[in-house]
T-cell receptor
Framework: DAKTTQPPSMDCAEGRAANLPCNHSTISGNEYVYWYRQIHSQGPQYIIHGLKNNETNEMASLIITEDRKSSTLILPHATLRDTAVYYCIVRVVGNTPLVFGKGTRLSVIA | NAGVTQTPKFQVLKTGQSMTLQCAQDMNHEYMSWYRQDPGMGLRLIHYSVGAGITDQGEVPNGYNVSRSTTEDFPLRLLSAAPSQTSVYFC?????????????FGPGTRLTVT
């Protein structure tokens, strides 16, 4: 079973920030939080990952709470092309497989 | 780099037929895996490999075989196709050294079993 809980769907206005929450209350000390997204029926695409510090890259920001039991993926200026299913995954870095849950379907609305 | 390539893109099989889904990567990644995705569902892991000659089962391995004779290729064999295996199949690969261990996914093979 997936170790994360995400809302099934969210809407966001184009140009606004999209904040996608993820609960991972049973996360272990050596597990990272990864975010992937799947646009339409394409293969999933890596977005960002982190252990305990907040992370930012060209696509998004990842905010992890101090107790590491939850996190938020932030798309700072959502566009229509960000409409996708977003998956939050916790895993130990290395040869452990990615285990996908059902994710959050984000709809960006013009 | 071509990244992760999968062939064929589409396939229709009759019940009981066998076939092999091809997956190749040109990034010298040690880790490769196969997932299936049913309509409206998340991805489920079928098999994975951490290097040539090493494979292991995932969540839903029944009805599928894999082998890893080279670093580049990781074919998935359907032994006797069943309608329940109608799905989209994704192959992925990643590096196992230090770093973010980002997994790269192929474009998928859409399989219909009638």
């Amino acid at each position: 079973d997936a170790k994360t809980t995400q809302p099934p769907s969210m809407d966001c206005a184009e140009g606004r920030a999209a904040n996608l929450p993820c609960n991972h209350s049973t996360i272990s000390g050596n597990e990272y939080v990864y975010w992937y997204r799947q646009i339409h029926s394409q293969g999933p695409q890596y977005i960002i990952h982190g252990l305990k510090n907040n992370e930012t890259n060209e696509m998004a920001s990842l905010i992890i709470t101090e107790d590491r039991k939850s996190s938020t993926l932030i798309l700072p200026h959502a566009t229509l092309r960000d409409t996708a299913v977003y998956y939050c995954i916790v895993r130990v870095v290395g040869n452990t497989p990615l285990v996908f849950g059902k994710g959050t379907r984000l709809s960006v609305i013009a | 780099n071509a990244g992760v390539t999968q062939t064929p893109k589409f396939q229709v099989l009759k019940t009981g037929q066998s076939m092999t889904l091809q997956c190749a990567q040109d990034m010298n990644h040690e880790y490769m895996s196969w997932y299936r995705q049913d309509p409206g569902m998340g991805l489920r892991l079928i098999h994975y490999s951490v290097g040539a000659g090493i494979t292991d089962q995932g969540e839903v391995p029944n009805g599928y075989n894999v082998s890893r004779s080279t670093t580049e290729d990781f074919p998935l064999r359907l032994l006797s196709a069943a309608p329940s295996q109608t799905s989209v199949y994704f192959c992925a690969s990643s590096y196992l050294g230090t770093g973010k261990h980002e997994q790269y996914f192929g474009p998928g093979t859409r399989l219909t079993v009638t």
